[in-house]
C-alpha cells in the first residue's frame, strides 16, 4: 500500500547510467570544526537514524556551540557512538542512546568521562552510509553504517575475552554539560539473552517520544548497572559482557519507532534482517546515495567535486522519515497516527530551507517534494489547539519542527513559501486537496500565535516594540518578524489568486507591502517603530541582535542584513532608496567598503563567513550577492560568488563558514555553481548567477536533461559576457522553473573583463 522510500529512490537514476561513483567524492568531515556542525556518521537519504561518533576534549562545564551536534573534529577523544544526530544545526539535541564498546583495559571509575577512548585520527574513515574509527584506549575498531530506521555496528576486539561495551540510556547533547542529568523525563526499559527493548523521552530542545530495540549478534553474559552520576537522571547506564566464544567481532543492531518497541522490532525485521550481513546494508546504503547523487553530473578537478558533491549528501541528510514501516508515527500530541502518504518527514528547518533547500528539491527529486509537503500538512493536521494558552490557541503550520515536535525556534511561517512555491510547480502535498492547503496557510498566518503578531499588524501596520496587544507580543525582533511575515503574506497571496479566492488575495497583498513601513528613509535602514510612529535611531547598524535583547530590531541579524531582506520586492526596494544608483551604493557599501564586520556584543559568539558586512554564515544574507543583478551592475554579483564559493566552502573539517543548517548552507553553494539562483523562492523564477563549473549536468526525472555551461571559465574569466539557451541569445535575468525542466543548454559565455566594469573597487581580495 505505501511507497517504500528506497524503491523511490531507485527510481530516481530515470535509467540513466552513472559513470563513476559519485560517493567517492563526498567527503562528511567538510564543516566538523567551527560553525558548520556536521557530522561524519553514516545514514542513508532522509533516515531516521544518523549513527556516528560523540567527540569530547578535555572535561569542561560546558559544551555550548562546540558540540550542539555531538562531534567536532578537533577533539582528542570518543565517549561513544549514538543513533540520532542533526546536520549543521544551532540548537543541540539528539545523541541518543550512547554505545561504548572496549577491551583489554579496566576501566576505573564510573563516571561518563572513565569510558572515553582516545583514537587513531588517522583510521577515522566516513563515506555516505558509512563511518569507521579505530579506538586506541579501547583496543577496538568500530564500523557503523544504517538504514533507514536501524543503526548497525560492528566491533573487532583485540582482545574478545575481555569485550564489554557501554549501553548509556540517559546521554545526550545539551547547551551544557550540566543539563545531562534532566535530559530523558522517563525511561523503561527490559533485556533478553541478545539485547535491550524500551522506551526514553528525552528533552532538549523538543520532547520526543523513543523507543528502540537493541540487538547484540551473541548472547549476553552478564549486565552490570553503573550507578548514576546525579540522582536526577531518569535513565541507566550498563556495562554488558558477552559469550564471544573466542570470535573477535560482535555485531549490534538498532532499530527505532516513534511508536512501540513493536514497531521498533518490526523496523528491525524488515530492514535489516539476520541474514543481512554488515557489508551489504553498508552497500545498500552507499547504493541509495550514489543514486541520488548522480542526479547531477559536474566538470572539475577533484576538489570541486568534492565540495559539490559533499554539498549535495548534505541538502538530502533530511528531512527524516520517522514514520515506522507501516506509515505510522506518533504525533505531537501523542497520538499515533497514520500517514496519509505512509511516510512522515520531520526535521523541518523552515526559517533556513525556504530560502534554497526547498526550491532545489523541486528541481532534483519533484517526485518526493509532495511527500515532504504531506508531511508538513501532517504536521498541521495533527496540531492541537489549546484555548487556554494563548501561545498556542490556533493551529498554525510548523516553524521548526523536531521529531515531529514544534521547537519554537525562529520566527516566521515559511512553511507557507514551500507548499506554495510547489503548489504553484504542480507538486500538490500527498494525501491533501487544495482547499486544506489555503485553510492551513490562512490560518497560520492570520490567526495569533506564538511570535505570530496578527493583532499589532493589523492596527499599526508593523509592531510597534514599545506596545502590546495580545499575550503573543513581546516585543523583540520586531522588524524580522515583520519583513518575514511579510514575505509568507505574498506567498499565500499568490496562492489565493490562483484559487480564486480575490478578497484573501486582496487582504494578504496589502499585509505584502507592510515592509514599506520599517523603511526609514532618514537612515537608510530597516529599523523599529513606535506605537506613535516615530523611528528608532542611534544604534549601531553593525551589531547583531536577537531574542536574547529586550526591544529588539532583528533576528540573528544587524541592521544591514535586513536592509535587503524584501525577496517579494526587489523593484519596490530600489525604489524605497531612490533608483538604481544609491540601491548599488548601499549594496557596495555592504560588501565593499569599510564598514566593519558585524559583531555580536551580549554573548560570546564568533561571526564565521562575513564579507564587509555581509554574513553567508546565516540565512537572511543568502539571496543579498544576486541583486547587483538586478541593476546595470550586475558583474559585481559574479565576483561575489567567484570569492564565496572559493573561499567559504572548502574541503576541509574547517571549510564551512557558517552552520550548514539542515542542508540551506550547501543548497546555496549548488545553486551558486550552477549559475542560478531563487532570490524569490516562491514563483519558480531564478535569477542568473555567474556558474563556478565548465559544465554542470542535471538528469531530470522526467528524462530530460538541463545542462549549464560556462565557455572560457578561469580564474580570471570570472564575470558573465553573454548568456545563450539552445543556441539562442538569452537576454533575461531570470530562467523560469518550467524552462529548466524542459532541459536544454544554457550557455554563460565568460570574460575577463566585461564592457563598462569598473573594477578597481569592487573585487573581493
Not at 545498500?284 to 549528501?313: C, H, K, M, P
Amino acid at each position: 500500500m505505501f511507497r517504500p522510500l528506497l524503491i523511490l529512490l531507485c527510481v530516481l537514476s530515470c535509467g540513466c547510467s552513472v559513470p563513476h561513483d559519485c560517493t567517492g567524492y563526498v567527503n562528511p568531515f567538510i564543516g566538523t570544526l567551527h560553525e558548520g556542525h556536521c557530522v561524519p556518521g553514516a545514514t542513508v537519504p532522509m533516515g531516521m537514524v544518523q549513527p556516528g561518533p560523540e567527540s569530547v576534549d578535555s572535561l569542561y562545564e560546558g559544551y555550548f556551540m562546540d558540540h550542539v551536534t555531538g562531534y567536532r573534529h578537533a577533539d582528542r577523544y570518543l565517549a561513544g557512538f549514538t543513533q540520532t544526530h542533526l546536520n549543521g544545526v544551532g540548537c543541540p539535541s539528539m545523541s541518543d542512546i550512547l554505545l561504548m564498546p572496549w577491551c583489554g583495559r579496566e576501566i576505573a571509575g564510573t563516571e561518563r568521562g572513565a569510558f572515553r577512548s582516545e583514537y587513531n585520527k588517522t583510521s577515522e574513515v566516513a563515506s555516505p552510509g558509512y563511518y569507521a574509527v579505530r579506538l586506541e584506549d579501547n583496543r577496538t575498531q568500530v564500523e557503523l553504517t544504517a538504514t533507514r530506521r536501524v543503526a548497525c555496528h560492528r566491533y573487532r576486539f583485540d582482545d574478545p575475552a575481555t569485550a564489554r561495551v557501554l549501553v548509556d540510556l540517559q546521554y545526550g547533547v545539551a547547551w551544557d554539560s550540566t543539563r545531562l542529568a534532566g535530559n530523558v523525563l522517563e525511561a523503561r526499559q527490559e533485556f533478553d539473552d541478545y539485547g535491550l527493548s524500551g522506551y526514553r523521552r528525552p528533552r532538549e530542545w523538543a520532547p520526543r517520544d523513543q523507543y528502540y530495540t537493541i540487538r547484540f549478534d551473541h548472547r549476553i553474559a552478564s549486565v552490570v548497572e553503573l550507578p548514576a552520576p546525579d540522582s536526577a537522571e531518569r535513565a541507566p547506564r550498563y556495562v554488558l559482557s558477552f559469550e564471544m566464544d573466542g570470535d573477535a567481532e560482535l555485531g549490534v543492531r538498532i532499530a527505532l519507532s516513534t511508536t512501540s518497541v513493536e514497531a521498533a522490532r518490526r523496523n528491525l525485521a524488515e530492514e535489516a534482517a539476520d541474514g543481512e550481513s554488515f557489508d551489504v546494508l553498508r552497500e545498500r546504503a552507499r547504493s541509495a546515495w550514489n543514486d541520488l547523487l548522480s542526479r547531477v553530473e559536474i566538470s572539475g578537478d577533484r576538489e570541486q567535486r568534492t565540495n559539490f558533491y559533499t554539498a549535495l549528501y548534505r541538502l538530502y541528510m533530511q528531512p527524516n522519515d520517522i514514520a515506522d514501516t507501516d506509515g505510522r508515527y506518533r504525533s505531537e500530541a501523542g497520538e499515533v497516527r497514520t500517514s496519509r502518504s505512509g511516510h512522515f518527514f520531520s526535521t523541518l528547518s523552515l526559517w533556513d530551507t525556504y530560502r534554497a533547500a526547498h526550491p532545489l528539491y523541486t528541481i532534483l527529486t519533484p517526485s518526493l517534494v509532495p511527500l515532504f509537503n504531506g508531511s508538513i500538512m501532517e504536521h498541521y493536521a495533527a496540531k492541537v489547539a489549546d484555548p487556554s494558552n494563548p501561545l498556542e490557541a490556533h493551529r498554525y503550520l510548523p516553524r521548526w519542527a523536531l521529531w515531529g515536535h514544534e521547537t519554537h525556534t525562529m520566527i516566521g511561517n515559511h512553511a507557507v513559501p514551500v507548499l506554495v512555491d510547489a503548489w504553484l510547480k504542480g507538486l500538490r502535498p500527498e494525501g491533501y486537496g487544495d482547499d486544506e492547503l489555503f485553510e492551513a496557510v490562512w490560518e497560520s498566518l492570520r490567526k495569533s500565535h506564538y511570535r505570530n503578531h496578527t493583532e499589532l499588524i493589523d492596527t499599526y501596520g508593523y509592531i510597534p516594540f514599545d506596545r502590546s496587544l495580545s499575550a503573543v507580543d513581546d516585543g523583540r525582533e520586531t522588524v524580522s518578524r515583520l519583513l518575514e511575515s511579510a514575505y509568507d503574506d505574498h506567498c499565500a497571496a499568490l496562492l489565493a489568486r490562483a484559487l480564486g479566492r480575490t478578497a484573501e488575495a486582496d487582504t494578504l497583498e496589502t499585509l505584502a507591502r507592510n515592509w514599506t513601513n520599517v523603511f526609514d528613509p532618514e537612515s537608510g535602514f530597516m529599523c523599529g517603530r513606535r506605537a506613535d510612529g516615530s523611528f528608532r535611531r542611534g544604534e549601531d547598524p553593525a551589531r547583531v541582535v536577537g531574542e536574547w535583547v529586550a526591544g529588539s530590531d532583528f533576528t540573528e541579524g544587524n541592521a544591514w542584513h535586513y536592509l535587503f531582506h524584501v525577496q517579494h520586492d526587489i523593484e519596490g526596494l530600489m525604489e524605497r532608496m531612490g533608483g538604481e544608483e544609491p540601491f548599488v551604493a548601499r549594496l557596495d557599501s555592504m560588501f565593499y567598503t569599510r564598514t566593519g564586520r558585524p559583531y555580536v556584543k551580549d554573548l560570546v559568539w564568533n561571526i564565521y563567513g562575513t564579507l564587509g558586512q555581509y554574513w553567508h554564515g546565516n540565512e537572511p544574507c543568502h539571496h543579498v550577492p544576486y541583486l547587483y543583478k538586478y541593476t546595470s551592475r550586475g558583474y559585481k554579483t559574479d565576483a561575489i560568488l567567484r570569492y564565496l564559493t572559493r573561499n567559504f566552502y572548502l574541503n576541509a573539517p574547517d571549510g564551512l563558514r557558517g552552520n550548514d543548517d539542515c542542508g540551506q548552507m550547501s543548497a546555496w553553494y549548488l545553486f551558486a555553481v550552477s549559475g542560478f539562483y531563487p532570490v524569490d523562492p516562491c514563483g519558480g523564477e531564478f535569477v542568473l548567477g555567474a556558474p563556478q563549473a565548465e559544465r554542470i549536468a542535471f538528469r531530470l526525472e522526467n528524462g530530460r536533461t538541463f545542462t549549464v555551461r560556462a565557455e572560457g571559465l578561469s580564474d580570471e574569466c570570472m564575470f558573465v559576457a553573454s548568456v545563450t539557451l539552445d543556441g539562442k541569445p538569452y537576454p533575461g535575468r531570470t530562467i523560469s522553473y518550467e524552462r529548466i525542466m524542459e532541459g536544454g543548454e544554457l550557455v554563460f559565455h565568460m570574460v575577463s573583463r566585461p564592457d563598462g566594469a569598473e573594477l578597481q573597487n569592487f573585487r573581493c581580495e
